[in-house]
């Protein structure tokens, strides 16, 4: 074989060296090849073997012989330069990556020479190969951690992982790449992110942690935690921001918020003082109602004494006995209500403290509560304790009254009802006398003179008679006229009914008894006596 190593000057050796990198010539129609100390060390070849053309090919290019040889081959038939990155081994066997770049030199042109460079690229491939992984497990990573992963840079979205896809309200198969990032952030929010992107680029102190509120793809807004940070991502320097969605705390937070408000306005309403007592730490907080109510400043150091001095001298020790019996029984809450007068410059009042005792593993931790004054409160009870005394009173007297008069009332109305009653007895009997008065003394003759001899006028003055006397016993008559019974058969029962016998009946209405008898059983059935043992006097007696 004819091979050569070729001196260099010691600098560009060094430089080689440092570099990783040799040159090289060939001829490969003679098998000539030379290399320089750094391709000997590529290679690890002593710089006394340099092989020849072909070995180099066969021996250090397993497996990639035909593409190195076809490769040359067009470099030397059409002059152009080229440059692969392939693998190689060395004469150790070890394993490497190479850069090879050829050329045909003006010097060499038309002579079949080839002159190049070899390059160690083993640790850039690593690291290419170590990124390209890392990147891969980071979309892993990225596509199923819980938080909306992005990375931008320039302004445009580089990256975005499938959970960011969804919060933002994107298919995961919609290619977001390159639009520009303000797009998925809030109007009221881009310029304020807009500056933080610009700063952090710059290398200024830029909070790594903040809330913002971006824009979804229907146009809604979320609220969300940030954390964004430099990174290097496809070999430049990008943003990385990872987000949570936090509209349901910032919903909760909102509700809270609003909750705490009308909690501090009825507070304030109520005029409820709060105060919360540390156990542990012998600390006392009041809030300025409190302190107000005491006659306390607004700096001045809270203890329990002061508080008991606070409290009336007749209401001490029963105040401190409910605190007591409530720390030592562990039942976890108290209410007294009790007054205060402990300051000079504050009057007697009264208070309503109500309290919530902690305990902590069985240790009395904290008690913490609220006070209000329910001074009017008391002055109306008060009031009204009177006033109801005063009601209570006046309606005993009232019933005594009432039940005097009502007794009298009772006694007059005995006496009304004795004389209504008698009254009502002595009516129906005068009506009774005067119909029996009537049937007796004046039908029986009025029949008599129809039955003689009477001219059409007396006829008609007879019957008009008839008519006015039954219009007078009609009224007293009216039970049983509702029974539609005839004429002839209510003189009947009229007569029957003032307990005349059939043969009476006859010789006063001048009808035979077989007449009466007929109109006695009519009169029955139309009274609804048909088959009853019912005393038809007796029942027309109730009637009439």
């Known amino acids: 074989m004819n091979t050569e190593t070729r001196s260099k000057d010691p600098f560009d050796t060094d430089i080689e060296s440092i570099a990783q990198i040799g040159g090289w010539t060939a001829d490969p129609r003679t098998d000539f090849l030379a290399w320089t100390k750094g391709v000997h060390d590529i290679f690890e070849v002593p710089r006394d073997q340099t092989p020849g053309f072909t070995e180099w090919i066969n021996t250090f290019f397993p497996g990639q012989e035909s593409m190195m040889t076809g490769r040359l081959e067009d470099c030397l038939r059409t002059g152009a330069p080229f440059a692969i990155e392939t693998r190689a081994v060395t004469r150790t066997g070890r394993s490497i990556w190479v850069e090879i770049r050829a050329l045909v030199p003006a010097t060499l042109s038309g002579d079949g020479g080839i002159t190049g460079t070899v390059q160690d690229i083993t640790d850039r491939m690593k690291s290419e190969q170590a990124l390209r992984e890392s990147e891969a497990k980071f979309r892993t990573l990225a596509d199923h951690f819980p938080v909306g992963i992005i990375i931008h840079r320039g302004g445009r979205l580089k990256y975005y992982g499938r959970e960011a896809a969804r919060l933002l309200g994107y298919e995961t198969t919609e290619n977001l790449i390159g639009r520009p990032i303000l797009d998925f952030v809030a109007e009221h929010d881009r310029r304020r992110l807009a500056e933080m992107g610009r700063r952090r680029y710059a290398g ?126 562990g039942s976890g809450e108290y209410k007294v209500d009790f007054r205060i007068a402990g300051r000079a410059a504050v009057k007697e009042r009264w208070v309503s403290a109500t309290a919530a005792v902690l305990f902590d593993n069985g240790k009395l931790s904290r008690i913490v509560g609220a006070v209000q004054d329910i001074t009017d409160r008391k002055t109306t009870e008060e009031e009204l304790r009177r006033h109801r005394e005063r009601l209570t009173e006046m309606v005993r007297k009232r019933t005594e009254e009432l039940e005097t008069k009502t007794q009298n009332l009772e006694e007059l109305n005995a006496a009304l009802n004795v004389l209504l009653s008698r009254r009502e007895l002595d009516k129906k009997e005068t009506e009774e006398q005067f119909v029996l008065n009537i049937k007796n003394l004046i ?61 009476q009946i006859t010789e006063i209405l001048s009808i035979a008894e077989v007449t009466i008898e007929f109109h006695r059983k009519k009169i029955r059935k139309k009274l609804g006596l048909t088959g009853k043992t019912v005393n038809l006097q007796q029942h027309l007696r109730s009637l009439m």
């Not at 809270?256 to 009825?266: F, K, T, V, W």
């Not at 129809?450 to 008609?460: A, G, H, M, N, V």
Request: glycine share 6%; aromatic share 8%.
């Open 204 to 329: 200024e102190d830029v909070d790594t942690c903040y809330e913002a509120t971006l824009l979804k793809n229907d146009g809604t807004m979320i609220d969300v935690l940030l954390f964004s940070m430099l990174i290097e991502y496809e070999g430049e320097v990008s943003i990385l921001a990872a987000f949570a969605d936090i509209s349901d705390r910032k919903r909760i937070e909102r509700e809270l918020q609003e909750s705490e408000e009308r909690l501090l306005i009825a507070k304030n309403a109520a005029g409820l003082g709060i105060y919360d007592y540390n156990m542990a730490t012998g600390e006392i907080r009041w809030d300025n109602r409190i302190r107000e109510l005491w006659g306390v400043g607004p700096n001045d150091p809270i203890t329990f004494n002061l508080f008991m001095e606070g409290v009336h001298p007749d209401d001490r020790t029963w105040v401190k006995s409910v605190m007591d019996q409530a720390l030592s029984s």
């Open 443 to 503: 039908l029986p003759y009025l029949e008599k003179i129809r039955k003689t001899r009477l001219d059409e006028r007396q006829l008609t003055y007879l019957t008009i008679i008839e008519a006015h006397i039954d219009e007078v016993l009609s009224p007293l008559l009216k039970n049983i006229r509702s029974f539609n019974l005839t004429p002839t058969e209510l003189q009947i029962a009229s007569l029957i009914g003032d307990g005349k016998t059939t043969k």
